[in-house]
């Protein structure tokens, strides 16, 4: 049996959800992000990308590039809500699909000729269940295992439809540039050049001593790839091994009560949706970042399992402790790994109780409203 994988990447996700809602906004170039002048986009249209904008660019430059787009705030909830939809359609396709994020997965649609007639009718069914059920389109990629169709699916977007077949996937992925394989980049390509090495295809017969000097321990793996080579399963539940929010502030933190105000909110974050994932954890990191973008991190691991937002805090709080804040603090992040599924174990005492009901409280009022709508008044609450 013919091993057939299949990438499905929505197109321009966030801002083609901000048409779909508002059809007004079609043929027009649309921004999502953060709304301030350090915020960074999330995603773009392509009307915007014509001018140069592009995701994970900064805000402030996307503005000077674009000024006359339609800036839009990000709104994750109903992001998820359409991908849920997505989702399902892809559960209906296969029973093995692996979500890589809000807005792609692989499918596994190995030995389906019974059901579809062919592995190319289920990708023209993915696309046309998604657009007729959801108002969306989404680039297909389908090939022998996951690095050709991830390869695939990018290539001619957006409402693109790849196929490589098996006996032509050598020869399909030859001429194109080193860049096409994911983690070569701008530095790898340039140290390749220096060899004559451009194309995947000269990087497929390239001396593997070559690739070494690339690529240290991982020349074997880009190597086998450049030969169209990727033997990794479709995974279809992929444990989390943390959970964390971070943010990026209009304005910069000074001192530590400021530090410790915006903890507070972001452990709220945090510990609502450990719960609502049904997890606890054991180890709380705590990000951040000055001003001068220099960047720091700093772990500690609980007594207990921790699941609520005081355990976060805490722990969170303590590690603060540690840190100098003798300048501006652009960013705050904390991460909750050391994963448990089911109810967390605490020391015993009371208290672990009514926290666990507090938050319980709070948690049903984010779930009805979201994750914004309330946050502890102070520090000691």
Same mark, same amino acid.
């Given at each position: 049996?013919?091993?057939?994988?299949?990438?499905?990447?929505?197109?321009?996700?966030?801002?083609?959800?901000?048409?779909?809602?508002?059809?007004?906004?079609?043929?027009?170039?649309?921004?999502?992000?953060?709304?301030?002048?350090?915020?960074?986009?999330?995603?773009?249209?392509?009307?915007?990308?014509?001018?140069?904008?592009?995701?994970?660019?900064?805000?402030?430059?996307?503005?000077?590039?674009?000024?006359?787009?339609?800036?839009?705030?990000?709104?994750?909830?109903?992001?998820?809500?359409?991908?849920?939809?997505?989702?399902?359609?892809?559960?209906?396709?296969?029973?093995?699909?692996?979500?890589?994020?809000?807005?792609?997965?692989?499918?596994?649609?190995?030995?389906?000729?019974?059901?579809?007639?062919?592995?190319?009718?289920?990708?023209?069914?993915?696309?046309?269940?998604?657009?007729?059920?959801?108002?969306?389109?989404?680039?297909?990629?389908?090939?022998?295992?996951?690095?050709?169709?991830?390869?695939?699916?990018?290539?001619?977007?957006?409402?693109?439809?790849?196929?490589?077949?098996?006996?032509?996937?050598?020869?399909?992925?030859?001429?194109?540039?080193?860049?096409?394989?994911?983690?070569?980049?701008?530095?790898?390509?340039?140290?390749?050049?220096?060899?004559?090495?451009?194309?995947?295809?000269?990087?497929?017969?390239?001396?593997?001593?070559?690739?070494?000097?690339?690529?240290?321990?991982?020349?074997?793996? %880009?190597? !086998?790839?450049?030969?169209?080579? #990727?033997? *990794?399963?479709?995974?279809? &539940?992929?444990?989390? $091994?943390?959970?964390? +929010?971070?943010?990026?502030?209009?304005?910069?933190?000074?001192?530590?009560?400021?530090?410790?105000?915006?903890?507070?909110?972001?452990?709220?974050?945090?510990?609502?949706?450990?719960?609502?994932?049904?997890?606890?954890?054991?180890?709380?990191?705590?990000?951040?970042?000055?001003?001068?973008?220099?960047?720091?991190?700093?772990?500690?691991?609980?007594?207990?399992?921790?699941?609520?937002?005081?355990?976060?805090?805490?722990?969170?709080?303590?590690?603060?402790?540690?840190?100098?804040?003798?300048?501006?603090?652009?960013?705050?992040?904390?991460?909750?790994?050391?994963?448990?599924?089911?109810?967390? %174990?605490? !020391?015993?005492?009371?208290?672990? #109780?009514? *926290?666990?009901?507090?938050? &319980?409280?709070?948690? $049903?009022?984010?779930? +009805?409203?979201?994750?914004?709508?309330?946050?502890?008044?102070?520090?000691?609450?």
């Amino acid at each position: 049996m013919l091993r057939w994988i299949m990438h499905v990447d929505m197109d321009a996700f966030f801002a083609s959800v901000e048409v779909l809602d508002n059809p007004a906004l079609r043929g027009l170039p649309v921004i999502v992000g953060g709304q301030t002048m350090r915020g960074v986009v999330s995603t773009c249209s392509y009307e915007a990308r014509r001018f140069g904008v592009h995701s994970a660019m900064p805000m402030m430059q996307a503005h000077k590039l674009c000024p006359n787009a339609v800036f839009l705030p990000v709104r994750m909830a109903r992001y998820a809500e359409v991908s849920r939809q997505i989702m399902g359609i892809f559960h209906d396709l296969s029973p093995l699909v692996e979500q890589l994020s809000i807005d792609e997965a692989f499918l596994d649609v190995s030995g389906m000729e019974r059901l579809y007639g062919t592995p190319e009718k289920v990708g023209l069914l993915a696309k046309e269940r998604i657009k007729q059920e959801v108002g969306l389109t989404a680039s297909v990629g389908l090939a022998p295992n996951k690095f050709l169709a991830k390869m695939a699916s990018d290539l001619y977007k957006p409402d693109g439809f790849t196929v490589i077949k098996h006996a032509e996937a050598q020869s399909f992925i030859a001429p194109l540039p080193v860049t096409k394989i994911f983690g070569i980049g701008a530095a790898a390509q340039q140290a390749l050049s220096q060899f004559g090495v451009t194309t995947i295809g000269q990087l497929a017969a390239a001396d593997i001593a070559i690739l070494r000097r690339v690529f240290g321990k991982n020349a074997e793996r %880009v190597h !086998l790839l450049a030969l169209g080579r #990727d033997d *990794r399963p479709v995974v279809p &539940e992929s444990e989390p $091994k943390s959970i964390g +929010r971070e943010i990026t502030f209009s304005e910069d933190l000074h001192g530590a009560e400021a530090c410790r105000e915006k903890l507070l909110e972001l452990s709220g974050l945090v510990g609502y949706r450990l719960r609502r994932k049904g997890y606890y954890g054991r180890t709380v990191t705590l990000k951040l970042k000055y001003n001068d973008f220099r960047t720091i991190s700093r772990s500690l691991s609980g007594e207990s399992d921790i699941a609520c937002d005081e355990e976060i805090y805490a722990l969170a709080v303590r590690l603060l402790q540690q840190v100098r804040l003798e300048q501006g603090v652009r960013l705050l992040g904390i991460t909750v790994s050391g994963l448990g599924f089911g109810k967390p %174990v605490g !020391l015993g005492f009371e208290d672990d #109780d009514k *926290r666990l009901r507090r938050n &319980e409280v709070t948690d $049903k009022l984010k779930a +009805r409203f979201g994750e914004q709508i309330i946050f502890r008044g102070g520090r000691n609450s």
